[in-house]
């Protein structure tokens, strides 16, 4: 089963969603939020986030936020808009998938799936951002992933990088992430397989 939270600031947007999702006999819809503030305990595998929330937080620093408190949980955004830079913004903060509103109810599930496994996920009608592959790393995470490819450990890769432990631990479970692995020395070895160490 994969649990998912819907944030969204419009009650009809995530009645809708919620619809959708109880059709699944596989995705279970755990909490419907209006903000990315309002998640105050686990938010199970998957964050349905709205990029056009209305309050004062910004998407992206929701996407930090959220990734930081939950580094587990994946994040798909649902938007209206598509453009390369929103698209861009998203992954760079740690999104792993990017649908728009207009799509069919079986592109979302499927890109929660998707998600939910470890992948990453454009929606019909987005194009990879120039210059960036979906599971392409953001420069922080190469930094992480060269110290740790020296064998540093996660409290040495902090202290190199002036980081919290923590933010280093978040950084590590995006790099897992993008890159399917499921262990540090896994993504090193992929890493290395596509030039990118």
């Not at 620093?61 to 798909?76: D, H, M, Q, V």
């Not at 930094?143 to 190199?160: F, K, M, P, T």
């Not at 280093?168 to 993504?187: E, N, P, Q, Y």
């Amino acid at each position: 089963m994969i649990d998912v939270t819907i944030i969204d600031d419009h009650p009809i947007v995530r009645d809708g969603i919620r619809s959708v999702l109880e059709t699944q006999v596989d995705l279970c819809v755990r909490a419907s939020l209006a903000d990315g503030a309002q998640v105050r305990t686990d938010p199970g595998d998957v964050i349905i986030l709205d990029w056009e929330l209305g309050s004062g937080q910004g998407a992206v620093a929701t996407i930090g936020s959220l990734r930081e408190r939950f580094p587990k949980t994946r994040i798909l955004i649902f938007s209206a808009y598509g453009r390369e830079e929103r698209v861009r913004a998203a992954l760079d903060a740690g999104a792993s998938g990017y649908v728009l509103k207009g799509s069919p109810a079986a592109e979302l599930t499927s890109a929660i799936r998707s998600i939910a496994a470890g992948g990453t996920y454009l929606g019909n009608g987005i194009a990879p951002p120039l210059g960036r592959a979906p599971d392409a790393l953001t420069p922080r995470e190469l930094e992480v992933l060269r110290l740790a490819a020296d064998g540093l450990s996660n409290e040495e890769i902090a202290r190199a990088l002036g980081l919290s432990e923590r933010t280093v631990k978040f950084h590590i479970s995006g790099i897992l992430g993008r890159l399917g692995a499921a262990r540090r020395s896994r993504a090193v070895a992929i890493a290395r397989e596509r030039g990118l160490l």
